[in-house]
């Protein structure tokens, strides 16, 4: 870079965009400098709250020698245009999922990056959570052997989406394993290698046809399957996810779409025990089981199981979520940072992340197009 601070502009000033910049800002040498959005208010809003410059339009934006990386958060249908604007222009860009409506739009933008050198990448936060890398110790090490099963269950408010709303267009959204699943098809090939959508199917209201709130997926991979629903059809009051990861000894279950809880329950081998003490930290809570007598000798698969304990171990974090999405937030511009100070930085989420959630995205939406034909 040109300069020793990362000078952001930000597209789209929304409530996101505004909840993002607390979180740069956190994160040293970042100054985030202009804004702009087609709606005046919401700019002006921005502008007098953090002292950026207003732009009329991208165009003016991504010309200004002030600003280094273009920060992007509208409807997903302006994602293409607008980072493959900023990435001619010269800057560096981080834009909110979906990277595109289409995954060789993204392959595109990732490739067009690569040319010029730029950064180019999609903010897949989810991997910067503590208890990503938990979850992912504990497969590792198969605290409780191998995966066999999976499911994650969203039930989300549509309070604040009202029938004309941008999130019910296919056109503008892509659609809801578009729009919103990513993070999670992401999520879960973090924890379970590349997977591969088996089938897929979509539910509309019956009260408007046009509207599509339900829609689920099964995804295979190496050692199982994950069953992936998502529905927006809740009163904001019992908005709720739960996701659980089935093993060969036991299970561990995460709450929240931002998880700031994880529940481990399943019989342990006595080496690693303390190894699961460790993985999970101080701020874990155990509770032992004496239902199993010394003679007992569980089985599963057709093989004995050796153990210690039968135990249900919880952690919690004690950032509440809000701070938690914040400190993702931070550790994911950090992370980038890095890289763009040092090429042989290995970056947690880089471009190819948002390539192959979208494709996965986009083969759930097309074979439950096809299973309501």
């Excluded at 996101?16 to 809003?45: C, G, H, M, S, W």
């Excluded at 004309?164 to 809801?176: C, N, Q």
Aim: include cysteine; charged fraction near 25%; aromatic fraction near 10%.
């Amino acid at each position: 870079m040109s300069r020793e601070e990362l000078h952001i502009g930000i597209v789209g000033a929304g409530d996101f965009a505004a909840f993002a910049i607390q979180a740069f800002l956190n994160v040293p040498d970042v100054r985030v400098v202009a804004v702009t959005d087609i709606r005046a208010d919401a700019a002006e809003k921005m502008s007098g709250q953090y002292h950026l410059k207003i732009c009329a339009d991208l165009q003016e934006l991504v010309a200004s020698d002030h600003v280094d990386l273009i920060y992007i958060s509208t409807p997903p249908y302006l994602h293409y245009k607008q980072s493959e604007m900023a990435l001619l222009a010269g800057k560096h860009v981080i834009c909110e999922k979906p990277a595109a409506l289409k995954t060789n739009e993204a392959a595109a933008l990732a490739a067009l990056a690569k040319s010029r050198d730029l950064l180019y990448v999609v903010n897949l936060m989810q991997r910067y959570n503590p208890l990503f890398e938990m979850v992912n110790a504990i497969i590792r090490e198969k605290i409780i052997g191998n995966f066999v099963h999976g499911f994650f269950e969203n039930y989300a408010s549509d309070e604040k989406l009202n029938t004309d709303h941008w999130f019910w267009r296919e056109s503008m959204s892509g659609g809801i394993f578009i729009e919103h699943g990513v993070h999670f098809f992401d999520l879960f090939s973090g924890w379970l290698g590349d997977g591969k959508v088996a089938n897929a199917l979509q539910l509309q209201r019956s009260v408007d046809d046009r509207i599509v709130d339900r829609v689920q997926a099964a995804v295979r991979y190496r050692n199982g399957v994950v069953n992936f629903y998502h529905g927006f059809n809740q009163p904001g009051i019992l908005d709720r996810q739960e996701m659980r990861l089935q093993f060969e000894y036991g299970e561990i279950t995460l709450y929240e779409w931002i998880p700031v809880k994880l529940k481990l329950y399943g019989l342990i081998e006595k080496n690693k025990t303390e190894k699961l003490q460790e993985i999970m930290g101080s701020n874990s809570i155990a509770h032992l089981h004496n239902l199993l007598g010394e003679n007992q000798k569980p089985a599963g698969r057709f093989n004995k199981i050796p153990f210690e304990d039968l135990i249900t171990m919880e952690y919690k974090s004690r950032s509440g979520k809000k701070n938690m999405y914040q400190q993702m937030l931070t550790s994911m511009l950090s992370d980038q940072l890095a890289w763009l100070n040092d090429r042989h930085h290995i970056r947690i989420i880089d471009d190819s992340h948002a390539i192959r959630s979208l494709h996965m995205a986009e083969e759930a939406n097309r074979l439950a197009q096809n299973c309501n034909d």
